[in-house]
């Protein structure tokens, strides 16, 4: 089992930076395509960006140009950076990881907590 475990949520303003970090451990991390979630309340949970295993980043229009996705594989870490944050960004952040590129999101983390204030 590959286990994920999501850092670095809080409470900040708008227009303000966060980096959200997700440690991997129990599989070999570079096996991995690596992404994140997230879920404001009563919606429904949406992606947010992805990495593939060879480093190819992927994100949703809302946040392109704004969040930066990466991992150190040595590490065993993803990282977002979160920047010119917004009161729409606040969510429930969770990272997730896939053996095969295309398919279901096998793993999950429990999630971290963002809230942006205006």
């Known amino acids: 089992q590959l286990q994920l475990v999501e850092s670095g949520g809080g409470l900040v303003q708008a227009g303000d930076s966060l980096r959200l970090s997700c440690a991997a451990s129990?599989?070999?991390?570079?096996?991995?395509?690596i992404g994140w979630f997230r879920q404001a309340p009563g919606q429904e949970r949406e992606f947010v960006a992805a990495?593939?295993?060879?480093?190819?980043?992927s994100y949703a229009g809302s946040v392109k140009g704004r969040f930066t996705i990466s991992r150190d594989n040595v590490k065993n870490t993803m990282y977002l950076q979160m920047n010119s944050l917004r009161p729409e960004d606040t969510a429930i952040y969770y990272c997730?990881?896939?053996?095969?590129?295309?398919?279901?999101?096998?793993?999950w983390g429990q999630g971290t907590q963002v809230t942006v204030s205006s």
């Open positions: 997730a990881a896939r053996g095969r590129s295309y398919t279901p999101w096998d793993y």
């Open positions: 129990g599989r070999t991390f570079t096996n991995y395509d």
């Open positions: 990495i593939s295993r060879s480093g190819f980043p």
